[in-house]
C-alpha cells in the first residue's frame, strides 16, 4: 500500500536511547519523532465509542483505532502515535500482509489505545 493521497498524517513517538537517572537506574531517552503521512484512522469497535469503567468516583474512558499506514513502516509495540492533539499507545503488535499470489502489499495495521479519567 502506498501514501493514501487523502489520508491524515500521524507521528510516531519511540524511545531513544536509554539514559540514567541520579540512582544509575536506566531511564528511557527523549523520544524521536517520525512523520507518517497518508495513513487512514478508524475506529476499532462498530460505534466508535470505546469502553467507559467508573473507577474511584471517575469515569475512564478507553477510546479504541485502528491505524492504517503504508506498507514497510516501522511501527513497533513500545511506540506512541500522535494523532491530531491525542497521544495514542500502540495495543499489542502491528501487523502487515504481503499476497503470497500477487505479491502486492497491504498496510500496516495497527491497534491503538486512548485512556483518559
Do not use: H, K, W
Amino acid at each position: 500500500m502506498r501514501e493514501l493521497p487523502f489520508g491524515e498524517p500521524v507521528t510516531i513517538l519511540r524511545p531513544g536511547p536509554p539514559t540514567q537517572d541520579v540512582y544509575g537506574n536506566d531511564v528511557p531517552g527523549a523520544p524521536t519523532e517520525v512523520p507518517v503521512p497518508g495513513c487512514a484512522v478508524a475506529p476499532r469497535d462498530g460505534t466508535g465509542a470505546g469502553a467507559n469503567e467508573i473507577t474511584d468516583a471517575r469515569d475512564t474512558v478507553i477510546t479504541g483505532l485502528t491505524l492504517y499506514a503504508p506498507f514497510g513502516t516501522d511501527i513497533r509495540a513500545t511506540d506512541q502515535i500522535r494523532i491530531g492533539d491525542e497521544l495514542y499507545e500502540v495495543d499489542g503488535q502491528p501487523g502487515s500482509f504481503r499476497s503470497p499470489f500477487t505479491g502486492s502489499t497491504g498496510p500496516v495495521v495497527v491497534a491503538l489505545e486512548l485512556v483518559t479519567g
